[in-house]
């Protein structure tokens, strides 16, 4: 079970850090944070493994930073120097047997778990 929280409204230029609360082990998965904007396809923005790699879509990175916190079982996103096209509606997914780079790759159809999605808006 996968449960997001921590999206809202930002000004251009402005932070949101958004949480995925992970229920179970996920040992063998690679976690993913996908977005879809309004008449976009759903698209991989960052993704990490139980050892630590990272990848990030070229939009983002710089921007914004996937990381564990702690010992919970929570994966974060530091959203930094948002953009109005960054607005989207955020999913965490678990992407089994995946390294961080192939987890992103395409809508994620690959993935097998996600959650409900959170909201980011981001204005001018």
């Known amino acids: 079970l996968l449960v997001e929280s921590g999206g809202g409204s930002v000004q251009a230029g402005g932070s949101l850090t958004l949480s995925c609360e992970v229920s179970?082990?996920?040992?063998?998965?690679?976690m993913a944070w996908f977005r879809q904007g309004p008449g976009k396809e759903r698209e991989g923005v960052a993704s990490?493994?139980?050892?630590?790699?990272?990848s990030y879509a070229d939009s983002v990175k710089g921007r914004f930073t996937i990381s564990r916190h702690g010992a919970q079982n929570r994966i974060l996103l530091q959203m930094n120097s948002l953009r109005p096209e960054d607005s989207a509606t955020y999913y965490c997914?678990?992407?089994?047997?995946?390294?961080?780079?192939?987890?992103?790759?395409?809508?994620?159809?690959?993935?097998?778990?996600w959650g409900l999605g959170t909201q980011v808006t981001v204005s001018t």
């Open positions: 997914a678990a992407c089994r047997g995946m390294t961080p780079f192939q987890a992103l790759a395409g809508d994620g159809a690959q993935c097998e778990s």
């Open positions: 179970g082990y996920w040992y063998y998965y690679s």
């Open positions: 990490l493994n139980i050892a630590g790699s990272t």
